[in-house]
């Protein structure tokens, strides 16, 4: 998704474009590292606008995800949506492409160079950040059992688990002593 510059200088902008995941590298990369799928199209909704010396690119990204659950490797599906406003600051050339975090997270701030600018790779970003680091199907998920690897989420396995138990309380033993 790009914009040409001297066009958004003109007026405002409005992009509504949906592209695969395929697309963007930086979420081929996290499907390749099994961190999660995507599972529907990245849709992207952007009104561009020149303002003093920057564009302020605000807008919406919606797509879904399928996840494991790192307690009990269960797969689920996620609704992924962020909603971002980037400010892209012409840069001279001299000074690297740097992303700065502005005092107020929501805003990010980003220098461009040439008279294009692409958006592809911060629209990836807010896609990455929405995914979450440590997949949990449920808040509460009891993930498996540690002696016969049954999901505790359908019901106890009738294991007996006692050494966890034992180890708790010596320690609750220890700090009773104290
Ligand atoms: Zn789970
Ligand atoms: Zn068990």
């Known amino acids: ?51 003093y010396d920057h564009v302020r ?15 009990c490797l269960a797969e689920y599906e996620i609704p992924v949506s962020s909603d971002f406003t980037i400010f892209y600051t012409q840069s001279s050339g001299e000074q690297l492409d740097e ?10 701030s980003v220098s461009f160079q040439g008279d294009e600018i692409n958006f592809d790779f911060e629209i990836a970003e807010q896609v990455m950040m929405e995914i979450p680091f440590k997949p949990l199907c449920s808040e509460d998920c009891k993930g498996l059992c540690t002696e016969c690897g049954a999901d505790l989420n359908q019901g106890d396995c009738g294991c007996d688990r006692g050494t966890v138990n034992l180890k708790m309380s010596a320690l609750k033993k220890l700090s009773i002593d104290k």
């Not at 690119?57 to 307690?71: D, E, I, P, Q």
């Not at 992303?99 to 990010?108: A, F, G, T, Y």
Request: aromatic residues 4%; glycine residues 2%; contains cysteine.
């Open 1 to 51: 998704m790009k914009i040409r510059v001297d066009e958004v200088k003109k007026k405002r902008v409005d992009l509504n474009e949906e592209e695969p995941a395929a697309h963007y590298p930086n979420l081929v990369e996290m499907e390749q590292a099994g961190e999660c799928s995507f599972i529907a199209p990245v849709h992207t909704e952007l009104s561009a606008v020149w303002e």
């Open 99 to 108: 992303e700065v975090e502005l005092s107020d997270e929501d805003l990010i």
């Open 57 to 71: 690119a605000a807008g919406k990204v919606n797509t879904a995800a399928k996840l494991t659950c790192s307690r």
